[in-house]
């Protein structure tokens, strides 16, 4: 039982000559601000993949990727989680891989509406009434996160790696005032989002079977 992401840039057909310029790097530079290592794999030029670990960080971490990818480049990405079984692993490349969890991943992307950003699917196997509370929160999220600024947005990728808002605001990109870095995490109602996170991966961890230490 592993967990995949799976997304592409929005608009990327729009992006800027200066967006677009190493786009896999900026991609793989906010997987390794989020916590997802260096199994990113970026293809078709503006879709990736990756794994998670651990599973019931999936939520967590995919709203991190996406609040770094806004705040530092104001490149906003769509998110599928599949947490399902695997048949064939390659962590190296990623997209060499097989199983459930990346048919999930992948078919959740292609189904996801054009005004959402995040959704999950599980496994059968798994506790299929949790589903649809999990939906439910993923859309709540995209309610929140759809009205952040690119400042708001990597305030809340930073606080997501610490809570000391004095050290914080001095590697917020200009320099900030510990004052004016809180006022960003308020208006992105950073409280009750950490909250919601806390919440899910606590619902997810009572659901999901342990995972591999190999």
């Known amino acids: 039982m592993i967990s995949v992401l ?36 970026v293809f078709r030029g503006d879709s990736w993949q990756c794994l998670c670990t651990p599973h019931h960080s999936a939520i967590e971490r995919a709203l991190h990727f996406r609040a770094f990818l806004l705040g530092k480049y104001e490149i906003d990405t769509r998110i599928s989680i599949g947490i399902g079984a695997v048949e064939s692993l390659h962590r190296e490349k990623v997209s060499l891989s097989q199983g459930e969890a990346f048919e999930l991943s992948g078919l959740g992307l292609s189904s996801l509406p054009d005004h959402r950003r995040l959704e999950i699917s599980l496994s059968e196997t798994l506790e299929p009434s949790s589903l649809p509370f999990l939906n439910a929160a993923c859309a709540l999220l995209d309610g929140i996160t759809s009205e952040w600024t690119a400042r708001q947005s990597l305030a809340v990728a930073l606080a997501l790696t610490d809570d000391n808002q004095y050290e914080l605001a001095k590697r917020f990109d200009p320099p900030i005032s510990a004052q004016a870095f809180g006022k960003h995490l308020a208006k992105a109602q950073w409280k009750l989002l950490k909250h919601a996170l806390e919440s899910i991966q606590r619902g997810l961890s009572l659901i999901l079977p342990p995972e591999s230490e190999k």
Do not use: M, Y
Not at 12 to 33: F, N, V, W
């Open 6 to 41: 799976t997304g592409d840039i929005v608009g990327s057909r729009e992006l800027s000559s200066e967006k677009r310029t190493d786009l896999d790097g900026k991609l793989k530079g906010a997987a390794q601000h989020s916590g997802l290592g260096d199994s990113l794999e």
